[in-house]
């Protein structure tokens, strides 16, 4: 059995049924569609995010659900997913540069602005927004957990007021 990355073409990851599953993050649906678009058996899969073969399964037919961070991570990189995908699954840029289809491209979602790393990647640029801006609305998404909604009013001493 081979096990490391699979590597799906760059088209399925562009598929609309494919995005909707990772925004629902529903892995279940990830794994047939790679079964289908790479031709990977329950067998490859589960060598290749290293799971069992029967938790693969559970996974594929809804009976076992992802919960963990590091596991939603370690899928994302056994299958060589594109940053864009990875966004879509709310899990951030992977360390190693993949480039996505034109379908991931942030400007087909309005509600997301940006994406970023980490906290201290997004501090600048949003400081330069509320210098620059009467009002400023930020959603921050934490990891798979807690979201932070702030809106914040700019005082014209450079001061920012925030009310959660």
Partial sequence: MTSGPIQLEAWSWERSEVRQALRNRDIGAVFRYVQQYSGAS???????????????????????????????????????????????????ASREKRVGGAAFDLAAFPEVVRVYSSQAAAREEIRQHAAASDELDVLAVRGLGSVVKCHAHIRSDARVTAAS
């Fill in 42 to 92: 329950q067998a490859r899969i589960a060598a290749a995010v290293e799971l069992s073969q029967g938790r693969v399964n559970e996974i594929i037919n809804g009976r076992r659900e992802i919960t963990r961070l590091d596991v939603y991570e370690r899928i994302a990189d056994s299958l060589n997913m594109p940053d864009d995908a990875r966004h879509l699954l709310g899990l951030a």
